[in-house]
């Protein structure tokens, strides 16, 4: 848990809660050490729902993290444990489960959502058959939702090179996104060295930028996230 964020829920003050298990493999993953799904749990549920009364009117929301949050059968109880005590409900997902996914978006005011890459080449990202598929689907339930959104994609030139960047993107605006977020390689928490040494000098490309820019109601670069 992270108990005070400002980067987590856009204009909102928020605890993070970050949930074991994520079975995608991405080469840029910065929880690495979230990605495994133990049977014990470093923080009681009775602690954290604690902490959280005593926090009310302090901040604003709970975001649940991961790992993918979704893969947790507890997250929709949770989420409506959380919400009674008067705090917004966020979630950051990856798009691997659709069907919780929408059992638990009548629960969220906002969501975060990665997409990333063109959802023929997710595998490339991921290293899991018929991850875009998943994602296009999860894509799809939050669009259709009206829940607040973000949509969020990781570059990196070796995994995305500029081309599959504008693919990506037409797609995306022909599904009437409104909100979409590029963000920049870090290699905090990265374990991958190729991806780590590589360099990033002039990616993504001014010209593109705009390009991309123009065809989003909502766009942002975030070069250090």
Same mark, same amino acid.
């Given at each position: 848990?992270?108990?005070? +964020?400002?980067?987590?829920?856009?204009?909102? *003050?928020? #605890?993070?809660? %970050?949930?074991?298990?994520?079975?995608?493999?991405?080469? &840029? /993953?910065?929880?690495?050490?979230?990605?495994?799904?133990?049977?014990?749990?470093?923080?009681?549920?009775?602690?954290?729902?604690? %902490?959280?009364?005593?926090?009310?009117?302090?901040?604003?929301?709970?975001?649940?993290?991961?790992?993918?949050?979704?893969?947790?059968?507890?997250?929709?109880?949770? *989420?409506?444990?959380?919400?009674?005590?008067?705090?917004?409900?966020?979630?950051?997902?990856? @798009?691997? &489960?659709?069907?919780?996914?929408?059992?638990? =978006?009548?629960?969220?005011?906002?969501? @975060?959502?990665?997409? $990333?890459?063109? %959802?023929? $080449?997710?595998?490339?990202?991921?290293?899991?058959? @018929?991850?875009?598929?998943? #994602?296009?689907? /999860?894509?799809?339930?939050?669009?259709?939702?009206?829940?607040?959104?973000? =949509?969020?994609?990781?570059?990196?030139?070796?995994?995305?090179?500029?081309?599959?960047?504008?693919?990506?993107?037409? +797609?995306?605006? $022909? *599904? $009437?996104?409104?909100? &979409?977020?590029?963000?920049? %390689?870090?290699?905090?928490?990265?374990?991958?060295?190729? =991806?780590?040494?590589?360099?990033?000098? @002039?990616?993504?490309?001014?010209? =593109?930028?705009?390009?991309?820019?123009? *065809?989003?109601?909502?766009?942002?670069?975030?070069?250090?996230?």
């Amino acid at each position: 848990m992270t108990p005070f +964020s400002t980067s987590d829920y856009p204009g909102q *003050m928020a #605890a993070v809660l %970050f949930v074991q298990g994520c079975p995608w493999r991405c080469g &840029y /993953c910065h929880n690495p050490h979230l990605q495994e799904r133990g049977t014990d749990t470093p923080l009681d549920w009775g602690d954290i729902m604690t %902490f959280l009364q005593r926090r009310a009117g302090l901040i604003d929301a709970v975001v649940f993290s991961g790992g993918e949050p979704t893969i947790d059968p507890a997250l929709e109880n949770a *989420m409506q444990q959380v919400k009674t005590l008067g705090y917004k409900i966020g979630l950051h997902c990856a @798009g691997i &489960y659709p069907r919780r996914l929408k059992e638990v =978006l009548p629960l969220v005011d906002w969501v @975060g959502l990665d997409i $990333k890459a063109t %959802f023929n $080449k997710y595998a490339h990202i991921t290293q899991f058959a @018929g991850s875009g598929d998943q #994602a296009l689907a /999860c894509l799809q339930a939050v669009l259709a939702s009206g829940v607040d959104y973000e =949509l969020r994609t990781t570059l990196h030139p070796l995994l995305l090179p500029e081309e599959d960047l504008l693919e990506l993107a037409r +797609s995306l605006a $022909k *599904m $009437k996104v409104n909100n &979409y977020v590029w963000q920049l %390689f870090r290699d905090q928490g990265c374990n991958d060295a190729v =991806l780590n040494n590589a360099s990033l000098a @002039g990616y993504p490309s001014e010209s =593109l930028v705009e390009q991309v820019s123009a *065809m989003f109601t909502r766009f942002t670069l975030k070069k250090n996230a």
